[in-house]
């Protein structure tokens, strides 16, 4: 990142003016100012992004044009005897950095204690408009389901590989799904952090994050704290990116504190933190992520791919069933539990005979007690442990 662009984020730092924010320490109406106000000043005077900057540079970086589209990936070269290629996919409010506990494991097993067998060539790729290379121009109809067709050219094409794997969570679980979906006969597989069907953005209503799920005098109460709950995490944040994202785009492209603010709110809603962020996110971390979406001007074009989701809805590649053909491996964790699932087991169980289920080929569903919406960094060795179960039988 160029000197100029780094002093242009202190600067603005230094003019922040924050909002008249009172009895918010508890965050009940939202990341609270003096919270911010705290991190801001260390992002301005403290926050070293040139040691951020050579960890990432530790590993290998390539930008390539597929299909007119500049892609920035990360390569972690496998070692050992037939290492499977893997291509990770991230979400939002993630970065592809979010895969940084687990790439090395992944790649290098025996290094982490694990067996060589299970090495994965690994490559991490940044959502186009989600950071690296710089804004994302010329595709503003970018979507889940249309970086899969460029996943797939990356990773065939570009890559020379005859099969890989695949894996994601959030916005990258559902990429994963369509490669597994339209591409399925070139891959060993996929292994993702949750069970979306691929139709979730389609629908007229598909902003509202309840599906007009009722609130009833007869539910139980723990049901209906939970429904509350769930709504309280991610209401604002689906209903915003869909119908209002380029508006509010335009204070996160102009305000480093405003961006934070809407990047840390669910930071700290969605990961399993027991009240005290630091213990899944420190200082640095925060803000690591957060230069990267500032730096490059991303917010604008990453908040994009919800109302487009919704706009070029999802439509099947084919009629075959399920619909996901290829093997399907699942971490899911308890953080995110459904109404009235309680247990880790109890949460297998609901997937495996729910109606998410069918979509699939479901070979390794496995729930956690430990870890939230960010689960790769959150609960990496799961994670590892998980995916490397998923693809054992299915290498070459």
């Not at 230094?14 to 609270?32: F, H, I, K, M, Q």
């Not at 900057?53 to 920035?72: F, K, L, M, S």
């Not at 213990?279 to 604008?300: C, Q």
Request: hydrophobic content about 40%; charged content about 20%; overall charge negative.
């Amino acid at each position: 990142m160029p000197d100029q662009a780094l002093d242009d984020l202190r600067a603005r730092l230094a003019l922040t003016r924050p909002p008249l924010d009172e009895a918010n320490e508890d965050w009940s109406y939202g990341v609270p100012a003096g919270y911010l106000r705290d991190l801001v000043a260390y992002w301005r005077d403290g926050y070293d992004w040139r040691a951020a900057e050579a960890a990432i540079n530790a590993y290998e970086h390539y930008q390539v044009d597929v299909a007119g589209v500049p892609v920035h990936f990360l390569r972690r070269a496998g070692r050992g005897p037939r290492p499977v290629p893997l291509i990770l996919t991230h979400g939002w409010p993630w970065t592809f950095w979010h895969w940084s506990k687990v790439i090395d494991p992944l790649a290098d097993p025996a290094a982490h204690g694990g067996d060589p067998a299970d090495a994965f060539d690994v490559i991490v790729p940044s959502l186009p408009g989600f950071g690296f290379p710089g804004p994302l121009t010329g595709f503003p109809d970018v979507n889940f389901w249309k970086v899969a067709d460029l996943w797939h050219t990356l990773m065939t094409d570009t890559l020379g590989y005859a099969r890989y794997a695949a894996g994601g969570c959030d916005i990258g679980g559902l990429v994963s799904s369509q490669l597994g979906h339209k591409y399925a006969d070139a891959l060993y597989g996929i292994h993702i952090g949750s069970g979306l069907p691929l139709d979730f953005f389609n629908g007229p209503r598909a902003w509202d994050f309840a599906r007009n799920r009722p609130l009833t005098d007869d539910q139980p109460a723990e049901v209906r704290a939970r429904i509350i709950d769930q709504d309280r995490r991610f209401a604002s944040h689906l209903t915003v990116h869909m119908l209002d994202g380029a508006t509010l785009a335009h204070g996160l492209s102009d305000s480093p504190a405003g961006l934070l603010a809407w990047l840390l709110e669910r930071w700290n809603a969605w990961s399993d933190n027991g009240g005290d962020l630091a213990s899944v996110f420190t200082r640095d971390d925060l803000l690591t992520h957060a230069t990267i979406y500032w730096v490059n001007n991303s917010a604008a074009t990453s908040l994009r791919y919800y109302a487009n989701a919704n706009r070029y809805p999802w439509a099947p590649a084919h009629d075959r069933t399920p619909v996901v053909r290829a093997p399907a491996g699942l971490t899911l964790v308890t953080y995110e539990n459904p109404p009235g699932i309680h247990t880790a087991d109890e949460r297998v169980r609901a997937f495996t005979a729910g109606p998410q289920a069918d979509w699939f080929h479901p070979v390794n569903v496995t729930a956690h007690e430990h870890g939230g919406h960010f689960i790769p960094w959150e609960n990496p060795d799961a994670w590892v442990d998980d995916l490397r179960r998923t693809f054992r039988g299915r290498r070459p």
